[in-house]
């Protein structure tokens, strides 16, 4: 039996558009299917879309600009700076992250496996402890340690000299990697937490030693967590302005900023296109490490990791980490408390404390509020409409999360000097300059929130009527909201923390509390300087929490 066929005349009535309808041309219908592939099918609400490409926009023109405007200055001027300032600002810069990235790594993986897979006395203490450099600005450890070990601190005052020259190489490497190593403990920590004991007891009963499990079995696992630690402390040793700045040691940041302060902005855009290919190689170098290692576990098979009895080397370990937390938090907060005490005594805390104090909340205030509001439709799109461009706009909105303040900063004057004159001299520069820095905190917050929301509930909204956009606000975002406001605590404290867009955007007089830090601590005035900095880290203490219970 054959099927009925249709002949010419029917085929030419079937592909006839209905009554009253015109044909759309083929270039429309080419587009509409186009646009219905890259989004599977499933395309975006127009509104969220639209916003989504802003918040890109926002983030990626002022850093195309410093881009065009470096790579514009002439052959000559080139050449002029690479005989002059490039390859000692080079050597530096690398040379320092090479060793703190180093220093962290052996420091941070160390403190892990001690408080996580040992019975160290205590250890879930030491964790805690072992997290809290993190709250603790570059800046205002330098301030601290220059206190104890300077050429008036309180060792020379003491001993007559002091062991440690604090003004040199490894006087800066010591202060970054003590208060940056927390990046690769939490991550190493996270890991070595969520291991299989069947892979180490399967060495183990091979015959190998524990230390040559560690080496053959554990630290090979540990390798893409380490290596992530490991970038983020290379980022931001690259990126740091305040405590070399007062260590006055000169990296790219410091230059950049020195040449923003002398109003040769040619020549800071130049530097900054150096330091703009030096991050985007390292960023490059640890994607090559990462392109080929696969590591899975059997969720079946799970077991919790063992637990390493220390023995005869318990009394090694605790002195490692009453160490590293004694140089890095005891020691730090001592200071700044004695400090403090000092300056309540001669009038610290005075109107000119508390306005610094209202402009850093007002500010930081600002960029959470509106760093949510855009980080929002961007999180939305991502998880319900996820494609080609969606993943396109993450990479733009994260770029800037990875450059250098100063760098932002300088991309926002070009910008706002050539084509919103009106809104320059105003803190619409320093809000700027935080929502570029930090939007991605906001949106990594969001996106951990949205994803433990089903889909079928927006789905089930839509069905009822109602737009994506209202079902985003109505039934994602109140479900998704502690997560939201995590992002806008860690969006705050770092801005409130931020130094170098600060110095650079502030409007004439409006200083705040980490501007306040700086000058006085490069002048020597410690008493005034140190309320506002035991201020800072006091609030950074609020989403230590949220970071701790993340990794």
């Not at 802003?54 to 881009?67: C, D, E, G």
């Not at 002195?319 to 200071?335: D, I, K, Q």
């Not at 705040?512 to 201020?535: C, D, K, N």
Request: hydrophobic share 55%; charged share 10%.
């Amino acid at each position: 039996m054959t099927e009925p066929t249709l002949n010419a005349e029917q085929t030419n009535q079937w592909n006839k558009p209905p009554q009253g309808q015109a044909r759309k041309p083929f270039l429309l219908r080419a587009m509409s299917r186009f646009w219905q592939s890259l989004w599977h099918g499933k395309p975006p609400n127009l509104l969220i879309l639209l916003l989504s490409m802003l918040t890109a926009l926002i983030m990626v023109i002022p850093i195309l600009y410093v881009v065009v405007q470096g790579w514009g200055a002439g052959t000559e001027r080139w050449i002029q700076l690479w005989d002059s300032r490039i390859p000692g600002l080079l050597w530096n810069t690398l040379s320092l992250t090479a060793v703190v990235t180093a220093g962290t790594i052996l420091i941070g993986v160390t403190f892990a496996f001690l408080v996580v897979r040992t019975d160290l006395p205590g250890r879930k203490w030491w964790r805690l402890i072992g997290a809290l450099p993190l709250v603790i600005p570059p800046y205002v450890g330098a301030m601290a340690y220059i206190i104890i070990f300077g050429p008036t601190g309180w060792v020379r005052d003491w001993f007559g000299s002091s062991p440690v020259q604090i003004y040199s190489f490894w006087g800066v490497v010591m202060v970054m990697t003590m208060f940056t190593y927390p990046y690769v403990y939490l991550i190493t920590a996270a890991s070595l937490g969520r291991l299989n004991a069947n892979l180490e007891e399967a060495a183990l009963s091979c015959g190998q030693r524990y230390r040559q499990v560690f080496l053959k079995v554990v630290l090979p696992l540990l390798r893409p967590a380490v290596g992530a630690g490991a970038i983020l402390v290379s980022l931001y040793v690259l990126s740091d302005f305040g405590a070399i700045s007062i260590m006055r040691y000169t990296t790219f940041t410091a230059a950049i900023y020195y040449q923003m302060g002398s109003f040769d902005r040619v020549s800071a855009a130049m530097l900054s296109v150096v330091l703009i290919a030096v991050t985007l190689i390292f960023l490059w170098m640890e994607w090559r490490t990462r392109k080929n290692i696969r590591y899975s576990q059997q969720g079946g098979t799970y077991r919790r990791p063992l637990t390493i009895p220390l023995g005869r080397w318990k009394p090694l370990a605790l002195a490692f980490v009453f160490l590293v937390s004694l140089t890095g938090v005891f020691l730090p907060l001592a200071v700044l408390i004695y400090w403090s005490l000092l300056g309540l005594q001669n009038g610290a805390i005075d109107a000119s404390f508390w306005e610094y104090t209202v402009n850093s909340l007002v500010v930081s205030g600002i960029a959470a509020l509106l760093s949510v509001i855009l980080a929002m439709p961007l999180v939305y799109l991502k998880a319900r409409n996820p494609s080609l461009l969606t993943s396109l706009l993450e990479k733009v909105v994260y770029s800037s999360y990875a450059l250098p303040g100063v760098i932002v900063s300088l991309g926002i004057v070009f910008v706002f000097n050539q084509y919103l004159p009106m809104f320059y001299g105003t803190i619409a520069l320093l809000v700027t300059a935080y929502i570029m820095r930090f939007l991605p905190q906001a949106t990594q917050a969001g996106e951990a929130a949205i994803s433990l929301v089903s889909p079928r509930l927006d789905e089930a909204a839509q069905s009822l009527g109602h737009s994506p956009w209202k079902s985003m606000l109505k039934i994602t975002l109140p479900m998704v909201l502690p997560g939201v406001l995590a992002g806008a605590a860690l969006v705050f404290v770092s801005s409130m923390k931020e130094l170098p867009a600060t110095l650079l955007l502030r409007p004439a007089g409006y200083d705040t509390l980490a501007v306040r830090i700086w000058i006085q601590a490069s002048e020597g005035f410690y008493h005034l300087a140190a309320p506002a900095a035991l201020l800072v880290i006091l609030v950074s203490i609020l989403p230590l929490r949220w970071i701790l219970n993340k990794y």
